[in-house]
């Protein structure tokens, strides 16, 4: 059986493509899923790929992933800077989890610039834009792999 990534998408990233394109590019999410599923495929792995603008359901899918003995790319948008709700659900997760963002955090304004999502990620990709998700795919596949031996 394939490995299961659940890639799980927060607030406002309905709106990539339209929202600020300065920052985040006018891919839209839908390219994302797109290129995300093809590649899973290619990695051999199954995806889920999902996106909510709702803090209660980011944590539902969390912790149906830990059920799922999933692995996570999570690109948690603005539940990165003060959910501990989506931390302490991430904190279940056993298999990697990688978190991705679109710009460079670092180079944001202060109050974008420390996710706590970060504290329990294996690997943080950001400022790549949407080629991320890509590199956390691979990240994963690479991971699983090693971890089979």
Known sequence: MKPLVYVLNGSNLNMLGKREPHLYG???LDQVKDSVCTLAT???LNSDFRQTNHEGVMVDWIQEAF???AAVVINPAGFSFSSIPVLDALKLIRQPLIE???TNIHQRDVLYRHS???QVARGVICGLGTDGYLLAMRAVASALATARG
């Open 67 to 69: 059920e799922s003995d």
């Open 42 to 44: 290619e990695l051999g």
């Open 26 to 28: 006018t891919t839209t």
């Open 100 to 102: 991705v963002h679109i």
């Open 116 to 118: 706590l999502v970060s």
